[in-house]
């Protein structure tokens, strides 16, 4: 299954078939007639045209992007002319909520600059040979799948689910949460047994069969698309299988967590068929962000120390190899700079004070390129 991006359709093409670009509100539909087979599309920005996917189908198929991009129907002539002249590193983001407002802050604290606007879909970043796509969180990983974005930054929970073909490339250190098997509070519940012929409601089918089926689990899933922690006060179901993250939104609605099924973060994900040119830009992308993730929840220290507690300084320090050890103007003194972690930090201060460390300075780590 192959998707071809197609850039500035208006300039793109230049033969004497037929276009017309009819206008339905904010949607756009294309129609391009020839002689040739049909192609369906979605499109990534249909106020400007810029950017559409096309994929064989069968005439009425359905848009795979249809749910999150506003839908097109195009017949439409295979040209050499539709293909990305760029052939620019496109990756797909969720387009509002949490993980858009972090992974924006990640690509800036990479030096990737992202303009704004909150009527695109598509957005060119400097900085970096990218572009962005803005899409739902379970269209991403389908779209990397078929190519559609050569990479993607999106929950773990939501790769899982879909069950598409992606390479996971690295975990990015946010978004963390968990899906977890809940039950209301005045529950009798004695063991994941209690879930044999009860009803539970889920958006994450897929995990939960694959979970029940581990544990030989005979229960009905229910697919529920959205407020779920509600099915069990309106009779839909028994119990609810759903993301928590501090468990606030259970206890308002009389749940209370009984098993932790499936731990989940933001990860980094790219397409499996890659060329090697887009390959390399993926480890280049990797490279800053890995930087940037090791950083995080690390202090940069320095001291004063005396010489001859030396030693015992650095079998408390770990530093990125050894800590870096400096002469002073007094001889019966050395200045140590070392790395440590933040949870770690005033356990480690308090020893090193014990040792005679003075002048001890704490700094943020901005970066840290191993």
């Given at each position: 299954?192959t998707y071809?991006?197609?850039?500035?359709?208006?300039?793109?093409?230049?033969?004497?078939e037929?276009?017309?670009?009819?206008?339905?509100?904010?949607?756009?539909?294309?129609?391009?007639?020839?002689?040739?087979?049909?192609?369906?599309?979605?499109?990534?920005?249909?106020?400007?045209?810029?950017?559409?996917?096309?994929?064989?189908?069968?005439?009425?198929?359905?848009?795979?992007l249809?749910?999150?991009?506003?839908?097109?129907?195009?017949?439409?002539?295979?040209?050499?002319?539709?293909?990305?002249?760029?052939?620019?590193?496109?990756?797909?983001?969720?387009?509002k909520g949490?993980?858009n407002?972090?992974?924006?802050?990640?690509?800036?604290?990479?030096?990737i600059?992202?303009?704004?606007?909150k009527?695109?879909?598509?957005?060119?970043a400097?900085?970096?040979?990218?572009?962005?796509?803005?899409?739902?969180?379970?269209?991403i990983?389908?779209?990397?799948?078929?190519?559609?974005a050569d990479?993607?930054?999106?929950?773990?929970?939501?790769?899982?689910?879909?069950g598409m073909?992606v390479?996971?490339?690295?975990?990015?250190?946010?978004?963390?949460?968990?899906?977890?098997?809940a039950?209301?509070?005045?529950?009798?519940?004695?063991?994941?047994?209690?879930?044999?012929?009860?009803?539970?409601?889920?958006?994450?089918?897929?995990?939960?069969?694959?979970?029940?089926?581990?544990?030989?689990?005979?229960?009905?899933v229910?697919?529920?698309?959205?407020?779920?922690?509600?099915?069990?006060?309106?009779?839909?179901?028994?119990?609810?299988?759903?993301?928590?993250?501090?468990?606030?939104?259970?206890?308002?609605?009389?749940?209370?967590?009984?098993?932790?099924?499936?731990?989940?973060?933001?990860?980094?994900?790219?397409?499996?068929?890659?060329?090697?040119?887009?390959?390399?830009?993926?480890?280049?992308?990797?490279?800053?962000?890995?930087?940037?993730?090791?950083?995080?929840?690390?202090k940069?220290?320095?001291?004063?120390?005396?010489?001859?507690?030396?030693?015992?300084?650095?079998?408390?320090?770990?530093?990125m190899?050894?800590?870096?050890?400096?002469?002073?103007?007094?001889?019966?003194?050395?200045?140590?700079?070392?790395v440590?972690?933040?949870?770690?930090?005033w356990?480690?201060?308090?020893?090193?004070?014990?040792?005679?460390?003075?002048?001890?300075?704490?700094?943020?780590?901005?970066?840290?390129?191993?």
């Amino acid at each position: 299954m192959t998707y071809v991006p197609l850039r500035n359709l208006s300039c793109s093409f230049h033969t004497e078939e037929h276009v017309e670009t009819p206008t339905k509100g904010n949607r756009h539909t294309i129609r391009y007639i020839t002689q040739h087979k049909k192609i369906k599309a979605a499109c990534i920005s249909t106020l400007e045209c810029r950017l559409l996917f096309f994929k064989d189908v069968p005439k009425g198929g359905d848009c795979i992007l249809c749910r999150s991009l506003f839908f097109i129907e195009t017949i439409f002539l295979e040209h050499p002319n539709i293909l990305n002249p760029d052939n620019m590193l496109r990756i797909a983001i969720q387009a509002k909520g949490r993980l858009n407002e972090d992974t924006t802050a990640l690509l800036t604290d990479a030096g990737i600059a992202i303009a704004s606007s909150k009527r695109k879909l598509i957005a060119r970043a400097s900085g970096f040979e990218l572009e962005v796509l803005y899409l739902r969180d379970d269209d991403i990983p389908q779209a990397v799948e078929m190519g559609v974005a050569d990479a993607g930054i999106v929950g773990r929970n939501e790769v899982a689910e879909k069950g598409m073909d992606v390479r996971e490339e690295m975990c990015l250190g946010f978004g963390a949460c968990r899906i977890s098997l809940a039950v209301p509070r005045d529950t009798d519940y004695n063991g994941l047994q209690w879930f044999n012929g009860k009803r539970v409601a889920t958006s994450y089918p897929r995990i939960l069969k694959r979970f029940f089926s581990e544990k030989g689990i005979e229960a009905e899933v229910h697919e529920i698309a959205g407020s779920v922690e509600i099915a069990p006060a309106v009779g839909m179901a028994d119990a609810i299988f759903d993301i928590v993250s501090s468990g606030g939104t259970l206890v308002q609605n009389g749940l209370r967590e009984v098993e932790n099924v499936f731990p989940s973060e933001a990860v980094l994900i790219s397409n499996t068929g890659l060329p090697e040119e887009k390959r390399a830009e993926i480890e280049k992308l990797k490279f800053r962000f890995r930087s940037i993730v090791d950083s995080r929840g690390m202090k940069y220290v320095l001291m004063n120390l005396p010489k001859n507690r030396l030693e015992e300084a650095v079998a408390l320090l770990p530093g990125m190899r050894s800590p870096t050890v400096l002469s002073l103007a007094d001889p019966e003194w050395c200045s140590v700079h070392s790395v440590i972690r933040e949870n770690e930090l005033w356990e480690k201060i308090e020893q090193l004070k014990a040792l005679g460390a003075e002048g001890i300075l704490v700094l943020a780590l901005e970066n840290m390129i191993r």
